[in-house]
């Protein structure tokens, strides 16, 4: 292997620069040249492809997004559209990519793979923390962290105010960044996919609250789960509560940028150099990952097929802690 | 005058607790007792009203929202209300009351004024800077840097993606919080109640920077305007561009939070402590306010009657800048 | 076991707060009585004892500090200091204890169960991570996080300016707050009292460095290392490099306080709950902890007596990245 | 005037990229070719020297630093420096410059005119506010709320810990960094070189406040003050109160980085329109300022040669409020 490209794609995640660093860096420290591709898989098939140097990632680990740029592609998931991209590579000479993402990256990856024989190794770029084969994704601590200060100035208004604030966070179908925004924010009541939360225990729960004469709540709800947006649960439950005094509010884009957490850059340059060493070591169609402080490499197809489980005491935290 | 209560009352906003505290000692350093009231103009009536020492205030200069809670109070809309409200202070042999809040604190004051004699001197805390008698108001330099760090996370995705923003600021019917927002988000369109900023200018625009190969695209938008929501303002722009691809993120209650910043602590120090010299020296129902680093008081019923006007010239700015 | 105490003891971290939270809600929830001490183990002598409520934790888990005060207790240390403090535990019939600290609290515990067989069980609250018998400590990666925020800072002015930063981090004899300092705030050299590194690697990293045309440098510095803090590092490099235009900052207390992250509150609360239940459970002089996930208890002397070690790869990756 | 080159000189302060981006795009939309000059005097005379265009500032404006970077030039000062920067002038065709420093950057700028004939418009771009002519320089906001933000987690450890803290703020000559510190802060004394605060005050207010139980304190001390450095001023009060137990803590070089608050993108974004065109309309040896939200040209040398003066009720302030 002697060239080697590297592009993010799908959602931004922080820390998605801190990787690119480590990836082009320890691609130079080990002989190779490396190249940056543009906007995901479409600026693979454009051609959008420039050389890197070291000075190209200078003073961009503290920076959110990607100096790649990342889009979605319709146009890889054809035939042509991956011809193409082939074609494209085979011009520059790359004979190794990584791919910066999440399952429909490696997804694209795979299929790439068996068409042409181009080995990719992965790092996991995704605030939602749902892929198999790491602990943690790359972004989740900081999605997290910029969640959790919001929730810290939404609760001094919902203290001096005596209210009921429903507060929506990210997460695709998973509740693993409303978990800790829950336990860290203090919040009466979390609720996520995998767990079937009632409205009515939410207006249980609000009535016990309000009889212990408690004035404000916290409501924590991740996007995707089964009793609705946000919007929605804070509607149904001010039918069956009429007096509470209820608002809501949706992060939203909010949780996907800023400046990565110190766990988050460490996280990506780990598994950026981990992705060079494994194109070096002969891996393919791996994602890199750490999993209890060991790295391990998990094929791109179990990344995607595989569940993630959380822990269910920590949805029982959420009870304990706000007795 | 012997002994003072104090309240906060309408919508909360970061740096009232510092103006809490810099009353509180300032009337202890002039001999003064100084009484809380609890929940605005609903504590009064209730008489949830508490004596308060130094060390009561002790720690709070940093915290947002209040500690004396705040609502708004229907019942003193009434005489009945009012009148209560009165014997409570009575009981309580309060001769003084200084009010933290905004339009609708000062109108309650100014008709309790009338009706029983009891003088109050406020001092301006919204978040909105829409008050006339002051160049700033409590809280106004906190909501515009905690809504520009939130943009600048948000540019950080929009960057990567190639995508246009619509984002929604607060400021009830005037532009204060959007106008920095946008200049210091380096946004390319600002939409404000103040102006008239039609849909057909912001295709252009968002066109025109196409041409000039600009990706992504910032558009800040006061609620209150006439062209509506973010919501509807991008549901409206993306049927003439049915290409772009757009996003909406609406800052909502995060941005009444937060840590109250430098300049925030200043003013409500500062005029915590002209709303006790204010009531030692006979003044009357007027807001205490800064206006060209001078302190000025300004009889309540201006305040509420006269308009703030936000200087043309910003509006320019923002177009000149995005160039 | 019906009524227990807690303390917090040493140098205060980050998330003290959320475990007091934690360990008094998980104690009335399995109900307990549980009782505050003031300032360790000098409250416990001299009897600052107070009964605690749902309530009295509210409102402070995203605080800095301890709201029970911290000191070092010089009179525990004697016989009669211990006696004193046995005497105000039976006088309150708190027959089991919660210690939030390190070691220095921990031997103190284990001297006091062999002489009074009150059981202790203890929770990591340091910001050294220095302590064996978890990954992380209560209060690690906020410290960590504050650090690094500030590095950032100081990048802009040395990228402005072309100069070399020697910056001071805290860790006690460990490296630990270092090294993702360094890696996260991608400096250029890291010392850490654990390796040996040389004023001649340093003088010599920064001529390469110049050579190949970098202009600004940064040093991380462990304090309670070999080659001395960072003002006399930075002496010593400037001696061989004369033109060489260095500044020295020392973080210092800064690194101790802020609001804690988003993990320091999780690990917080897990380990919080986990005090209770392990005293519930039987358990005594252990120190609950968190290892590759799981939850582990570690003997008191064990986590004083052990090493914990830092994983070397991690100073490789300071020069591979730096590259 | 048809080229305008821009740089930057001096300590570098948030929000000269603010202000880099305002003169750039300004001087576009005015028809202006803009060219930027590197590492300020330094680079006028090697002819660091490149075009800039509309995207050369884009995505700058929430960055700390200066792009263009900065230096203190000792070459400049000689008269063949400046006949060499001037030659490099004349072989771009540059007919106007724009200055963002402080005093020694205007000093220059003077000095050049009265030789060469190019005139110079200049904006105040220092943290430490000390110049005449404007009511904010650049920088200065910035600086005040990064202290701030490590003074409030300073005093989360000094709260917990019943101690003394001396922290040292910059400000040169001047306590406008310390004065909003101490008062924003909730300091107990503030010493700063315009005043006179003794040794021996410190010592009497800190046992007043014991007397009062007060238990933990925070002293700002602005550097440059007669009483000396933070570090002497604590050990002078030590020996007075040999059971105090002190820390110090010198903030440094993080005052002089980190994101600019959205007053300081303002302001800097006012004064680089207003420097190309005061530069427009004939001005020359001036630097723009605001003056009571008015923009007022002030001739270079008055913003040299006259003081500013601190508000003196400023320091009443602190002991009011730590009554």
Request: glycine share 12%; charged share 20%.
């Amino acid at each position: 292997m002697k060239k080697i490209g590297v592009f993010t794609s799908g959602g931004d995640a922080p820390g998605m620069n801190a990787c690119i660093r480590a990836i082009v860096r320890t691609a130079i420290y080990r002989g190779l040249e490396v190249y940056g591709i543009r906007r995901g898989y479409n600026g693979m098939i454009k051609g959008d492809i420039y050389k890197m140097e070291s000075h190209s990632v200078s003073n961009i680990i503290q920076k959110g997004g990607t100096i790649l740029r990342s889009a979605r592609s319709t146009e890889f998931m054809t035939k042509e559209g991956r011809r193409k991209a082939y074609e494209q590579l085979q011009q520059h000479g790359i004979d190794g990519l990584v791919a910066i993402g999440g399952d429909g990256t490696f997804t694209g990856a795979n299929i790439f793979f068996e068409e042409y024989g181009i080995p990719t190794v992965g790092a996991p770029g995704t605030i939602d923390n749902d892929l198999f084969g790491t602990d943690y994704t790359i972004g989740y601590d900081t999605a997290v962290n910029t969640s959790l200060d919001a929730i810290d100035k939404i609760r001094d208004t919902a203290d001096s105010h005596d209210r009921v604030f429903f507060i929506e966070v990210m997460g695709r179908d998973s509740g693993y960044i409303a978990i800790p925004c829950a336990i860290g924010g203090g919040a009466e009541i979390v609720m996520i996919p995998e767990t079937d939360t009632s409205i009515e225990y939410v207006v249980e729960t609000l009535r016990t609250g309000w009889r212990r004469s408690k004035t404000s709540f916290i409501v924590i709800i991740a996007e995707g789960g089964e009793a609705g947006s946000a919007t929605e649960v804070a509607a149904k439950v001010q039918q069956a509560l009429p007096h509470m005094d209820a608002r809501v509010t949706i992060l939203g884009h909010v949780q996907r940028g800023g400046s990565p957490t110190a766990a988050d850059r460490m996280l990506a340059s780990q598994l950026g150099i981990a992705c060079v060493e494994g194109l070096l070591t002969g891996r393919k169609n791996v994602m890199a990952g750490i999993i209890n402080a060991e790295l391990v490499y998990t094929p791109f197809i179990e990344t995607i097929t595989k569940d993630k489980v959380i822990n269910p005491q920590f949805i029982d935290m959420v009870n304990i802690l706000s007795v």
